[in-house]
């Protein structure tokens, strides 16, 4: 049975950061590209990071410079930095699993249950 953990969200301040953590139960952890998504109420959940299975790692421009998304094989997890957060950035964050390293979160076959992120002016 396939689940995810994630971890790590919670309420800061503007500026501050947050390391998001998911924790992987599944087969061949090391054959699944992992991606974060996020989500506020009513509006689409839209992509934030990527790793590859090779550890290559793309972003959405809204995080760039900002985020730094890694992978550690021997754990089954993968991590989320995020610096010098702001209120924007604000949602539910979602870890994901999948066969290719895309931003259409259509191709992502598992799914955690999210964790909290809210930033404050």
């Known amino acids: 049975q396939v689940q995810l953990v994630e971890s790590g969200g919670g309420l800061v301040q503007a500026g501050d950061s947050l390391r998001l953590s998911c924790t992987a139960t599944i087969r061949a952890f090391q054959s699944y590209t992992m991606a974060w998504f996020r989500q506020i109420p009513g509006k689409e959940r839209e992509f934030v990071a990527v790793?590859?299975?090779?550890?290559?790692?793309s972003y959405a421009d809204s995080v760039k410079g900002r985020f730094t998304c890694s992978r550690d094989n021997a754990k089954s997890a993968v991590y989320l930095q995020m610096d010098d957060l702001k209120p924007e950035d604000t949602a539910l964050y979602y870890c994901?699993?999948?066969?290719?390293?895309?931003?259409?979160?259509?191709?992502?076959?598992?799914w955690g249950r999210g964790t909290q992120v809210t930033v404050s002016s």
């Open positions: 790793v590859s299975r090779g550890g290559g790692t």
């Open positions: 994901a699993a999948g066969p290719a390293p895309t931003s259409n979160k259509r191709t992502y076959n598992y």
